[in-house]
């Protein structure tokens, strides 16, 4: 159980340095139905119900989906703090399995 433990926190410190790399211009749009995340050419789009789990870092979130190898990085600095607050909220109301924070 330690090493799953320590396995995803590796994992997990590895995605929020890479959310934290992106330079690119970053659009994110957040409505009650999902999140969708432009970046130059490439449109990412999930709707809230086929979240796996999310997880909170310093750098930003990470949201995991139901299908396979599919993830959205949202640098934090891409969002408004009034954007951030209702994120933050939204995800608080979710189970604790779902929605994860991230000292790292």
Do not use: C
């Not at 211009?25 to 139905?33: M, N, P, Q, V, W």
């Not at 310093?58 to 209702?86: F, M, N």
């Amino acid at each position: 159980m330690t090493a799953l433990t320590l396995s995803w926190r590796l994992t997990a410190n590895r995605a929020a340095k890479a959310a934290l790399a992106f330079s690119r211009l970053t659009t994110i749009e957040i409505t009650d139905r999902g999140i969708t995340v432009k970046r130059e050419a490439m449109v990412q789009e999930l709707a809230w119900d086929e979240v796996h789990n999310a997880t909170k870092t310093p750098t930003g979130w990470i949201l995991v989906s139901k299908r396979a190898k599919d993830v959205v990085l949202l640098p934090g600095r891409s969002l408004t703090d009034t954007e951030a607050g209702q994120l933050s909220n939204l995800l608080s109301s979710w189970p604790r399995r779902r929605y994860r924070r991230s000292p790292l």
